[in-house]
């Protein structure tokens, strides 16, 4: 059988990152595969499972049709390997961090896909971007902003995401995430 596409999303700064690493090992255990993503971010920003390259070569990559998914946002390009979908084959579940604005098109492209949104109470969400300092004050409240417009949409749409709360420990958050995944198990 084949294997599953589980797509994270959630608000930058929701914890998405942190997760995976919390994770990887309890992931790996049990077959499932976190992916790489390509970014046009320099390579030195830290907390991110990513190949930072430059805009040029993302271009070329594109163009080489070397990316199974691949979206812009944040001033940013990402792209997820095309080699996924030699593992989804091979029947290994596959976990991206992906975009909820490319949320419709990884559904047209992987219609089976597990969506899994990550959230957190906006105002400790603002608390935790401040802290981790990446980007600065207006950079972080345009992104609350979209977020809300994003959570409007999300939650209007009637579509089969599942919520994943993150504003306690990460430990819970991990149990979570797994229990997810295999209550979401498709049957045999
Ligand atoms: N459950 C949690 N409790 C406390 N802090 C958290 C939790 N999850 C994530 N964080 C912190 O929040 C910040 C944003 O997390 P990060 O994983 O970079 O989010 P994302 O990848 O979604 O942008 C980081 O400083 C991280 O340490
Ligand atoms: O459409 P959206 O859901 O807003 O997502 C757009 C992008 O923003 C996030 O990355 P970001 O560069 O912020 O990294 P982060 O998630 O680690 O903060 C997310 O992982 C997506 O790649």
């Known amino acids: 059988m084949a294997g599953r596409l589980i797509y994270l999303i959630g608000p930058s700064g929701s914890g ?5 690493d919390a994770a990887r090992t309890r992931l790996a255990e049990r077959g499932c595969r976190i ?18 390259v430059s805009a040029r070569q993302f271009a070329d990559m594109e163009a080489r049709d070397a990316f199974a998914l691949s979206w812009h946002a944040n001033g940013l390009s990402y792209g997820i390997p095309r080699e996924i979908d ?7 579940d596959v976990l ?7 949320l419709q098109n990884t559904h047209l492209r992987y219609p089976d896909v597990l969506v899994l949104l990550l959230s ?26 979209r977020n809300a417009r994003f959570n409007e949409q999300l939650l209007a749409e009637d579509s089969a995401v599942h ?26």
């Not at 998405?16 to 995976?20: G, I």
């Not at 992916?35 to 930072?52: F, M, P, Q, Y």
């Not at 991206?96 to 604005?101: K, L």
């Open 163 to 188: 919520l994943l709360d993150n504003s306690g420990p990460l430990e819970l958050t991990v149990e979570r995430l797994l229990a997810c995944i295999n209550e979401q198990a498709p049957r045999a």
């Open 86 to 92: 030699d593992w989804l084959a091979a029947g290994q």
């Open 35 to 52: 992916v790489r993503r390509i970014i046009t971010r320099s390579a030195e920003a830290v907390g991110e499972a990513a190949l930072g």
């Open 96 to 102: 991206v961090n992906g975009s909820r604005g490319h």
């Open 120 to 145: 957190v109470d906006q105002a400790v969400l603002r608390e935790r971007l401040l802290k981790r300092g990446r980007e600065s004050v207006s950079e972080i409240d345009q992104r609350l902003a």
């Open 16 to 20: 998405k990152d942190s997760l995976l």
